[in-house]
């Protein structure tokens, strides 16, 4: 499953990088992109376990830069 979603509080380039590392590093994690400019999450991820990684992706981004979060609409 592929999802996107916006990212609030995102402050700079280095820390997005730093994410989309984090998660890529995360099990079940297919692709991931972080993008300071768009401020948008790209993840893709099997379909059994989307919502226990997308959490998971919160957590490494609240490592990162703890203001920053995912919208989930």
Known sequence: MKKSF?????DC?????KMERA???????TR???????????LEASDDRFDAV??????CIRKVEPDCRIVIK
Not at 6 to 10: F, K, T, V, W, Y
Not at 13 to 17: F, M, V
Not at 32 to 42: D, P, R, W
């Open 6 to 10: 916006m990212l609030e509080e995102l």
């Open 13 to 17: 380039a280095n820390c997005a990088a």
């Open 23 to 29: 998660i890529a590093a995360l099990p079940d994690v």
């Open 32 to 42: 991931v992109t972080v993008s300071f400019m768009a401020q948008k999450l790209v």
């Open 54 to 59: 997308l959490a998971a992706a919160q957590e």
